[in-house]
C-alpha cells in the first residue's frame, strides 16, 4: 500500500482520505453546547438499546469481554471516512497485491502505476464524500487491529467532543460501532420528527449488529471468509473481463437480462455472492425487525418516524441522489433491508423467536438466498 510501505500500490489512501475530507458536504450547523449535547446522549442512547435489544432478541454475548470490546464512536464525516479507508486497506490487501503481481517491469511501469493509484484515490475519495453524508450509522465488522499510524483529530471537530478512530493497541476486537453524529443531525431535522426519539431509534437498529456480532462469536470470521473468497477469484486478465462482457452484450434471453458487474464475475463468485446478500439480508433485515419490535414501547413516536424515514429512505434526496445511489448499489442495499425483514418476520411468525435464533447455530443453518424469499422453506430445512 502506497502510504504503508513507501512502495508502488493500486490505491494512494492518503489521497482518498484528502479527498473525500475536502468534497464532504458541511454538516448542520449547531452550537458547541448542542454538539455536546447530542453526542452525549447518542452514548447514553447506545447504551440503553443495548439492553433492550439483548432483552428483546434473547441474545446475549457469549463473552462478557467480547461486547465491552467493541466500542461505540460518535464521529464526524472525516472521521467516519478515515475508520472505512482503515477497514478497506485491511480487507482488500489481498487484492490488491494480486493485481500488484501482474503489473509489468517494463520501464514505464511506475509512472503509470503512480498515476493509477491517485486516479483510483481520487475516485475512492470521491464515493466516500458522497457515502460520508449518508451514513447515520455503521457497525465496523473488519476494524484492524492496528491502523497504518494514528489518524489525526478533524479540524473541524473540537478534541473532547467527537471521537477519534485512532491505532489499536490490542488484539482486534470484534469490530465497533460509528454513530455519524451530524447526519443523524440533519436527518431528524428534515424528517421533522422528536430529536430524542430519533436518535434513540437509530441507535436500536446500530446496537442490532453490535449485538449480532458479539453472540454470534463465528460470524465476522464466517463473512471474513466469504469476502476473502470472493476476492481470490477475481480474474485481473482484462482480456477475459472484456470476453464476459461482450458475452452480456451479445446474449439472448436470460442473459441479456444480466449486469455489467454480473458479467464480469466468475461463476464461484456469483455463488459466493449470493451466500453473502443472503446473510447481509439477513443481518440488515434483523435489525429492521428488532428496532420496530422496541420501538413501540421505548420511542414514543415510533410511527410516525417509521413512516417518514420509510419515504426518505425510498425516494432519496432528488434526481441526481437516486442516479448516484444506484451506481453504487444502494438500491441493491435497500432490498437487503426489506427482503430480509420480510423473511425474519415470516420465520418469527411461524416458529416464535426462539426458533428463529436456531438461525445463529452455524454457517450451514444461514438463510440461503432462495430461503430469504421463502421462510417456510427455511423453516422447513432448520427448524420444523
Known amino acids: 500500500m502506497t502510504s504503508a510501505s513507501g512502495g508502488a500500490g493500486m490505491v494512494d489512501w492518503d489521497l482518498a482520505v484528502a479527498t473525500a475530507t475536502r468534497l464532504a458536504r458541511p454538516g448542520p450547523e449547531v452550537s458547541r453546547v448542542e454538539a455536546r449535547e447530542v453526542v452525549s446522549e447518542l452514548r447514553r ?41 482503515a477497514g478497506f486497506r ?10 500488484e503481481a501482474r503489473r509489468s517491469d517494463s520501464a514505464g511501469s511506475a509512472m503509470l502505476g503512480s498515476l493509477g493509484e491517485k486516479a483510483t484515490g481520487v475516485e475512492i475519495g470521491a464515493v466516500l464524500a458522497f457515502l460520508s453524508g449518508k451514513v447515520l450509522g455503521q457497525y465496523e465488522t473488519f476494524a484492524p487491529a492496528e491502523f497504518p499510524g494514528p489518524l489525526p483529530a478533524a479540524p473541524d471537530s473540537p478534541e473532547g467532543i467527537l471521537d477519534t478512530p485512532r491505532r489499536a493497541l490490542q488484539p482486534p476486537p470484534p469490530g465497533r460501532l460509528l454513530l455519524v453524529a451530524p447526519n443523524i443531525v440533519q436527518v431528524e431535522r428534515e424528517l421533522d420528527v422528536d430529536p430524542h426519539d430519533f436518535r434513540l431509534w437509530v441507535c436500536l437498529h446500530e446496537e442490532t449488529h453490535r449485538t449480532q456480532f458479539t453472540a454470534v462469536p463465528w460470524l465476522r470470521d464466517h463473512i471474513q471468509a466469504e469476502v476473502q473468497s470472493f476476492l481470490a477469484q477475481t480474474d485481473v486478465d482484462p482480456g477475459a473481463l472484456l470476453d464476459r462482457a461482450r458475452e452480456l452484450v451479445a446474449g439472448r434471453g436470460e442473459e441479456r437480462r444480466g449486469t455489467l458487474l454480473e458479467a464480469v464475475q466468475s461463476p464461484g463468485q456469483r455463488e459466493t455472492l449470493n451466500r453473502l446478500t443472503a446473510v447481509m ?23 410516525e418516524i417509521r413512516e417518514k424515514f420509510q419515504l426518505r429512505r425510498a425516494s432519496g434526496a432528488g434526481r441526481l441522489d437516486l442516479v448516484v445511489r444506484r451506481l453504487l448499489g444502494m438500491d ?14 415470516g420465520v418469527v411468525d411461524r416458529v416464535g423467536m426462539d426458533g428463529f435464533n436456531r438461525v445463529w447455530t452455524s454457517p450451514n443453518t444461514l438463510p440461503t438466498r432462495d430461503e430469504i424469499h421463502h421462510p417456510a422453506a427455511w423453516v422447513a430445512r432448520v427448524a420444523p
Not at 332 to 345: E, H, N, P, S
Open 45 to 85: 442512547h447506545a447504551l440503553e438499546a443495548e439492553e433492550h435489544v439483548r432483552a428483546y432478541t434473547r441474545m446475549g454475548s457469549t463473552s462478557l469481554l467480547a461486547a465491552e470490546a467493541t466500542p461505540v464512536l460518535v464521529v464526524d464525516r472525516p472521521g467516519w471516512v478515515r475508520a472505512n479507508v
Open 90 to 99: 485491511a480487507i482488500v490487501r489481498p487484492l490488491v497485491e494480486k493485481l
Open 332 to 345: 441493491a442495499k435497500l432490498r437487503q433491508y426489506q427482503d430480509g425483514a420480510v423473511f425474519v418476520r
Open 281 to 303: 439480508s439477513l443481518l440488515e433485515g434483523h435489525a429492521d425487525v428488532v428496532m420496530d419490535g422496541v420501538g413501540p414501547a421505548v420511542v414514543g413516536s415510533v410511527a
